[in-house]
């Protein structure tokens, strides 16, 4: 059974960074894809980052382009996300996630699994 758990959330203030973690666990093999996603309060879930677990290629949303950056540890088995330069604006339920099979990765119906989220909030 898959599982994804994320920790690192917290409260900072504008300009600051935060490092989220997701502990990824259960896929049998490695051919998935994980993205980072997140959902403020009142407004839809949206991509954030994604990557592949068996390939180098990254891919991000406009909105976080030049301040996030994600990584992966295959042997760890986890899949980070590096937030520099935060906005109030980037104040959300972060979101880990999973695609097993095919799907746009910018899409949220395309994720198979979830972890729980953690909260960011950063301050003005």
């Known amino acids: 059974q898959v599982h994804l758990v994320e920790s690192g959330g917290g409260l900072v203030q504008a300009g600051g960074s935060l490092r989220l973690s997701c502990t990824v666990s259960?896929?049998?093999?490695?051919?998935?894809?994980m993205g980072w996603l997140r959902q403020a309060p009142g407004k839809e879930r949206e991509f954030v980052a994604g990557v592949d677990w068996n390939g180098p290629h990254t891919h991000y949303g406009d909105s976080v382009k030049g301040r996030f950056t994600i990584s992966r540890d295959n042997a760890k088995n986890f899949v980070a996300l590096q937030m520099n330069s935060l906005k109030p604006e980037d104040t959300a339920v972060y979101y880990c996630g999973a695609i097993s099979g095919y799907g746009d990765r910018e899409t949220v119906s395309s994720y198979d699994y979830w972890g729980r989220g953690t909260q960011v909030t950063v301050s003005s």
């Open positions: 259960g896929f049998t093999n490695n051919d998935f894809r």
